[in-house]
Nanobody, 121 residues
Framework: VQLQAFGGGLVQAGGSLRLSCSTSGRTLNNYHMGWFRQGPAKERELVAARSWRRGSEYYVDSVKGRFTISRDLAKNTMYLQMNSLKPEDAGDYYC???????????????WGQGTLVTVSS
């Protein structure tokens, strides 16, 4: 499975960004999908995940109500809409696939490259 994440950038606190994860084939139907974040000197953590085949979603408490995962099957692309961004949301964001739910970094089967999100206060 090939994943390519993009869409990161510099945004002011309170602003919005939409990250994209371009995938191949039927990835979005066949796998559970997640977005992980790794801040400076921090471990990579799962911030949002979605399984369309299970009808399940997960958001870490700190992003609930602000981040939303969606997909466009015609474009084989998953999105992470991030609103009301805070400085603590900054980091490298990685999209990932897993055959297991709930997703954790230990059961990820494919990683996209990181896309950097910087939030200025």
């Amino acid at each position: 499975v090939q994943l390519q994440a993009f869409g990161g950038g510099l945004v002011q606190a309170g602003g919005s960004l939409r990250l994209s994860c371009s995938t191949s084939g039927r990835t979005l139907n066949n796998y559970h999908m997640g977005w992980f974040r790794q801040g400076p000197a921090k471990e990579r953590e799962l911030v949002a995940a979605r399984s369309w085949r299970r009808g399940s979603e997960y958001y870490v408490d700190s992003v609930k109500g602000r981040f939303t995962i969606s997909r466009d099957l015609a474009k084989n692309t998953m999105y992470l809409q991030m609103n009301s961004l805070k400085p603590e949301d900054a980091g490298d964001y990685y999209c990932a696939t897993s055959n297991w739910w709930p997703i954790s970094k230990e059961v990820v089967t494919s990683w996209g490259q990181g896309t950097l999100v910087t939030v200025s206060s």
